[in-house]
């Protein structure tokens, strides 16, 4: 009899649920969440910033820029949050004396690999590596320059693409895949030599995969992809707009 | 308590940090209220002075000149600021480090000029092969990034330094 046999299958649905449920402490709060979560959605959920460079909500979370490093109580490597989920009875840090130090080192590693003229960037005052340099009270970088010679691509109609000011955190790479489906970017080379490259690293203005929609562009951190035409800090972008059209397609967010 | 004594110094910059403290205008007052400039772009002494306690330096490391300034300027100061993003990270200068001084002595000097196209060898200090910020060739004591650094955290970091307070820029300075 459907009846009666749907009822206690529903409760049996919600107390799972419920029971599902866990608990874990982020910088002394306890917090309890759904399994399946990253520990920094869930940081973000309450309330506690954790600084990202290549994470963005709505897209595949790849671990590239180690900004959001934790430290997890009983595990000595530091981890990324945008990658590792929340798991019962997890205490994590997201400050601490090590986690300055580390992510202050890896801005610093940025700005030293590539060539970074803020004075002179498109993107200058609407570039999230600026200001997180301004944030952590990152004043200037103890490496030698590297200032390597990057070709600027030129060759598209509308955008160009600057390697001297990316920071190869694949933002680009991943809304092309997954949001525009289009898969013209990809990162090339090893190590120190990658890069980023549309289609077999073509001239961009040439790629046949491109649909010249902008996406990468307005998604970029940096100065590395920007609009045609613009001078210094006429840049300002539309990040987070890639939330709002996965959320009208019904992905998760 | 006798006053500090201050020194400026402008190297490969384009004077605009200079310009930025000059914008601090009547707070130039309270600045010299507590500070001696006892050498600067805008001061008349000629010799670098033994004995300063604090020496803000704008601009990047491009000459042999240059190079010789701030190991004088180093051996003669106790506190030694970079003094804009030119000290700081080599900023505009060092854009010519992908491709070494001489194309760019070459465009300059040769293809852009219409009468005694040659490289000068003399008065012109001559180029290093790479353009550095300070702290790769003396020691800083502190990074006063911007370009130029605003009037407002000039003003602020020299008064707090002054006072004998540690200077934190955290969330007050912006490259660029
Ligand atoms: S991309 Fe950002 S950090 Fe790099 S030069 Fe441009 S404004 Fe500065
Ligand atoms: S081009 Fe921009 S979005 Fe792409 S990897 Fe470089 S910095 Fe990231
Ligand atoms: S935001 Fe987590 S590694 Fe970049």
Redesign the pocket.
């Known amino acids: 009899m459907p009846r009666v046999s749907a009822a206690p299958a529903q409760k049996t649905e919600r107390r799972s649920a419920l029971e599902q449920r866990i608990m874990l402490r982020i910088d002394g709060e306890y917090i309890t969440t759904d399994p399946g979560k990253t520990i920094l959605e869930v940081a973000r959920e309450t309330g506690i910033d954790i600084p990202t ?2 994470a963005v909500p709505g897209l595949t979370s790849v671990g ?1 820029c180690r900004l959001c490093l934790i430290e997890v109580k009983g595990n000595q490597r530091l981890l990324p949050a945008c990658t590792v989920k929340v798991e019962g009875g997890m205490v994590v840090s997201t400050r601490s004396e090590r986690l300055d130090k580390y992510r202050r080192m890896i801005l610093e590693l940025l700005f030293t690999e590539r060539n970074h003229v803020c004075a002179v960037c498109v993107s200058s005052g609407a570039c999230e590596l600026q200001d997180l340099a301004t944030q952590l009270g990152v004043t200037h970088a103890p490496f030698e320059f590297r200032n390597p010679n990057l070709p600027v691509d030129a060759s598209h109609e509308r955008f160009i ?1 600057d ?1 001297n ?9 991943r ?1 092309c895949r997954e949001v525009e489906g289009a898969n013209t ?1 990809e ?1 090339g080379g090893r190590g120190i030599n990658s890069n ?1 490259i549309a289609d077999l690293a073509e001239p961009w203005g040439g790629s046949l995969s491109c649909t010249s929609c902008g996406k ?1 562009v307005q ?4 100065g ?2 920007a609009v045609k035409g613009r001078a210094t800090g006429e840049m300002t972008k539309r990040a987070w707009n890639v939330t709002d059209l996965n959320r009208m397609r019904g992905a998760r967010t | 308590m006798s006053k500090t004594r201050l020194a400026t110094i402008w190297l490969d910059g384009c004077s605009g940090c200079h310009m930025s403290l000059l914008d601090t205008d009547e707070r130039l007052l309270d600045l010299v209220a507590k500070a001696d400039i006892v050498y600067s772009p805008i001061v008349d002494t000629k010799e670098f002075p033994e004995n300063v306690d604090v020496t803000l330096v704008e601009g990047a490391i491009s000459s042999d000149e240059d190079l010789e300034k701030i190991i004088e300027v180093r051996s003669k100061t106790r506190v030694l600021i970079a003094f804009g993003d030119c000290g700081v990270s080599g900023n505009v200068p060092a854009m010519r480090n992908p491709h070494g001084p001489s194309p760019i002595l070459r465009r300059v000097y040769i293809e852009n000029a219409d009468v005694q196209q040659q490289v000068p060898g003399e008065v012109v200090p001559a180029l290093l092969d790479r353009v550095r910020p300070i702290q790769d060739v003396v020691p800083v004591d502190l990074h006063l990034p911007g370009c130029p650094p605003s009037a407002n955290l000039i003003y602020d970091a020299l008064t707090e330094l002054l006072n004998g307070k540690a200077v934190d820029l955290a969330g007050r300075f912006r490259f660029g």
């Open positions: 460079l290549c590239a693409e390697p000011r990316c920071i190869l955190c694949t933002r680009c790479v809304i970017w990162v980023i990468c998604i970029c951190p940096t590395a992809l």
